[in-house]
């Protein structure tokens, strides 16, 4: 094959239809526990968290939120991918080979926020959130409510989902009422699956009737295994979910194709690749339960 501009633009739009299919075919999970939030510049300052409105009776003026109360930053990064493609494999018109490695490149783009995303309910248990403490705690305290807890270390059985689930449905806010949070979906590594489908979908138990079936939904994550004892309940309902994906910029599939780029002069090498400006970080405590599992 005779390398020439026409030739070069031709492999760039058979690769980007190619990394667009895959883009689009993946199913990336953290949707369900993570609200996107567009980002327009380095960072985002996420002054509301901690504040839920809720109605009053109107007397008198109205009472306006503040929604300064705690200050939670979250700072974009930059994030890529890239392959190279042997000049000599374009002249050999073998380029075909290179369709996985294409393929993989969208992949990655589409998946790459459940690559942050789950990493940050293992690291819940040391890392801390709006309010100054772990997002998972035995010692949160907002405004007039009493302290109260969103963690355990009981390994996933039937009497721990309970007192998990009991735990988020009395919950109060900052004024000591009742948050009506219901959680909705029990997250586990693939070493609970089997366990947690049976809390969720079994009839019975041990003999008796499973009062927890169909609860919640189960969302099993491989990202979890490394941690194979850890669990999580969340409430995903709300308009605010209990994880934060925050975008700057959408993936893009980009190169370094011309013939006088430095890359293809030195080294014979193409360059492909996707890059994005994203981060990501923890929202409500309150929507959200997490157990290490390390104890029976």
Not at 97 to 103: E, F, W
Not at 195 to 214: C, E, P, R, S, V
Not at 225 to 246: D, E, M, R, S
Not at 249 to 256: A, D, L, R
Request: aromatic letters at 10%; hydrophobic letters at 35%.
């Amino acid at each position: 094959m005779i390398i020439n501009q026409a030739t070069l633009q031709s492999i760039y739009r058979g690769f980007k239809v190619i990394y667009n299919q895959a883009f689009q075919s993946a199913k990336p999970l953290y949707d369900q526990v993570a609200t996107t939030i567009p980002s327009t510049t380095k960072e985002e300052e996420y002054k509301w968290l901690g504040k839920v409105p809720r109605m009053r009776e109107w007397i008198g003026d109205r009472i306006i939120e503040n929604l300064g109360a705690y200050g939670y930053t979250i700072k974009n990064k930059d994030w890529e991918a890239t392959v190279a493609i042997d000049r000599n494999d374009i002249e050999d018109d073998t380029i075909g080979v290179y369709t996985p490695i294409i393929q993989s490149l969208g992949d990655s783009a589409a998946t790459h926020p459940d690559e942050i995303i789950f990493p940050l309910l293992l690291g819940g248990f040391n890392t801390l959130c709006y309010d100054g403490q772990y997002f998972f705690d035995a010692e949160h305290k907002d405004g007039d409510s009493p302290i109260q807890s969103n963690v355990s270390n009981k390994k996933l059985t039937p009497e721990a989902y309970g007192a998990a689930r009991a735990n988020m449905l009395s919950l109060l806010d900052e004024k000591g009422k009742p948050l009506n949070i219901v959680p909705n979906l029990l997250v586990v590594p693939p070493q609970l699956e089997d366990t947690a489908k049976q809390i969720l979908m079994a009839d019975t138990i041990n003999g008796t009737t499973n009062i927890y079936k169909g609860s919640a939904q189960l969302l099993m994550v491989p990202y979890l295994a490394t941690n194979p004892t850890a669990w999580f309940l969340l409430c995903t309902t709300k308009p605010v979910k209990p994880l934060i994906f925050q975008r700057r910029k959408q993936p893009e599939f980009v190169s370094m194709d011309k013939p006088e780029n430095e890359n293809v002069f030195m080294k014979k090498q193409f360059i492909y690749g996707v890059d994005s400006r994203d981060n990501a970080g923890y929202g409500l405590w309150q929507l959200a339960y997490g157990s290490t599992g390390e104890v029976a």
